[in-house]
């Protein structure tokens, strides 16, 4: 199974709504990412999680809080967000980084989040 | 910082026309490197990548790229493009046995005329 799946496909949110996205693989690895993309632009990385515990957090704001429950599964928990905030969130997976490794990535289909 | 930067922004080609897009980075130690692709409305795919040995590596579909060392450069080639090409290509670069992390290019966006 090479795969990483992503649920919901789209959500539609108020400000003050709180949700959670969701994401799974079960390829064995154990770094896991979470990206903002908009528009023609490049993926921005959020948040990294190595062996279930969070190791880089590239300044998100606090109403997005990533969790990973298990070594198969990342959330990421939205509350009073922006209309900003609309992207396509994508969750991605590696092996994590250890000597004579490597972390190509393998990215979920993502969820299109519009903020209202 | 650690950087990398596609030239081309946008691209327009014909079908059968050969393609080639740039792709720098900047950092001096062991990098591995890869060429994402994003079809219209899918989500980023491998396309290929380099990680040692032959610094000429062949992907998916025909695809292929050569990492010049002494360049910093890791760009994407095919010899004759297909209407099924047009995507947004993304260079990536990870930093050997550090974080994580990967960090993308700006992206190409490839329009292919039938």
């Known amino acids: 199974d090479t795969e990483v799946t992503q649920t919901p496909k789209h959500l539609v949110m108020g400000m003050t709504n709180k949700k959670s996205l969701k994401c799974e693989q079960h390829m064995g690895h154990r770094a896991m990412y979470w990206y903002k993309q908009k528009a023609k632009k490049p993926p921005e990385l959020m948040f990294v999680?190595?062996?279930?515990?969070?190791?880089i957090n590239e300044s998100v704001p606090s109403r997005f809080s990533p969790e990973c429950p298990n070594s198969s599964l990342l959330n990421l928990h939205l509350h009073a967000l922006q209309p900003e905030d609309s992207a396509l969130y994508l969750c991605?997976?590696?092996?994590?980084?250890?000597?004579?490794?490597?972390?190509?990535?393998?990215f979920g289909p993502g969820t299109r989040l519009t903020v209202l | 910082a650690q950087s990398v930067s596609q030239h081309n922004h946008h691209v327009i080609l014909s079908e059968a026309a050969s393609l080639e897009l740039g792709c720098n980075y900047s950092y001096g130690g062991t990098v591995n490197l890869f060429w994402y692709v994003q079809y219209p409305g899918q989500h980023l795919q491998l396309l290929l990548k380099y990680f040692s040995g032959d610094p000429l590596v062949k992907g998916i579909k025909g695809f292929e790229a050569e990492f010049i060392k002494s360049k910093f450069s890791f760009n994407l080639r095919k010899p004759s493009v297909q209407w099924s090409d047009t995507a947004e290509y993304f260079c990536a670069v990870s930093l050997m046995n550090r974080d994580d992390k990967i960090i993308f290019g700006k992206g190409t966006r490839l329009h292919i005329l039938p």
């Open positions: 991605a997976s590696s092996q994590a980084v250890r000597p004579g490794s490597y972390n190509e990535q393998f």
């Open positions: 999680y190595s062996y279930e515990k969070l190791s």
